[in-house]
T-cell receptor, first 112, second 115 residues
Framework: DTGVSQDPRHKITKRGQNVTFRCDPI?????LYWYRQTLGQGPEFLTY????????KSRLLSDRFSAERPKGSFSTLEIQRTEQGDSAMYLC??????????FGPGTRLTVT | DQQVKQNSPSLSVQEGRISILNCDYT??????FLWYKKYPAEGPTFLIS?????DKNEDGRFTVFLNKSAKHLSLHIVPSQPGDSAVYFC??????????????FGQGTILTVHP
């Protein structure tokens, strides 16, 4: 088991384009979380899944954002019509219990 | 509305001495607290946690103290090592309810340990 992986690690896109990020959690973890981190701030919660069910979405997740976790395995986060304010590090984490959410390395998005 | 605050953006400590990182929270519904460490270009790594039913938890060089009445927690690292230099995040969550498992993070404290 190699931990949580995210792809791509870096993404540069032009304003208005759509982007999709992928997260592969630790295989036995049934909970998967997405966070966003901007410079000088801590990660902010976006959404989370228990198995394939999306249980909570932050108000930060506007209607341009959508996340899926088909079959309760990997997850994708899509941002439509990107804006410069979407530039951030997008972090995925997984867990099987309360303590110790394991984070991936993140995807750094730059919108030009 | 910053529910978890780390008021010290940075801390500099000599190798071998104690590092104390502080964290305050405002939401009394939080009942589980965690510390994460983050190196550049990596995701946060879980360090240590504490439930609100305890006031102290130790793991090797790391000890977390919780003062519920003051809504304050601290992370002590003794002795500090140069490899501890990183950004440290305090996080809080509820162990039950609809937001179970959702972490609320502080802004982070940059720790630098000098040889």
């Amino acid at each position: 088991d190699t931990g949580v992986s995210q792809d791509p690690r870096h993404k540069i896109t032009k304003r208005g384009q759509n982007v999709t990020f992928r997260c592969d959690p630790i295989s036995e973890h049934n909970r998967l979380y997405w966070y966003r981190q901007t410079l000088g701030q801590g990660p902010e919660f976006l959404t989370y899944f228990q198995n394939e069910a999306q249980l909570e979405k932050s108000r930060l997740l506007s209607d341009r954002f959508s996340a899926e976790r088909p079959k309760g395995s990997f997850s994708t986060l899509e941002i439509q019509r990107t804006e410069q304010g979407d530039s951030a590090m997008y972090l995925c984490a997984s867990s099987s219990h309360v303590a110790g959410q394991y984070f991936g390395p993140g995807t750094r998005l730059t919108v030009t | 509305d910053q529910q978890v605050k780390q008021n010290s953006p940075s801390l500099s400590v000599q190798e071998g001495r104690i590092s104390i990182l502080n964290c305050d929270y405002t939401n009394s519904m939080f009942d589980y607290f965690l510390w994460y460490k983050k190196y550049p270009a990596e995701g946060p790594t879980f360090l240590i946690s504490i439930s609100s039913i305890k006031d102290k938890n130790e793991d090797g060089r790391f000890t977390v103290f919780l003062n519920k009445s003051a809504k304050h927690l601290s992370l002590h690292i003794v002795p500090s090592q140069p490899g501890d230099s990183a950004v440290y995040f305090c996080a809080a969550m509820r162990e039950s309810g609809t937001s179970y498992g959702k972490l609320t993070f502080g802004q982070g404290t940059i720790l630098t340990v000098h040889p």
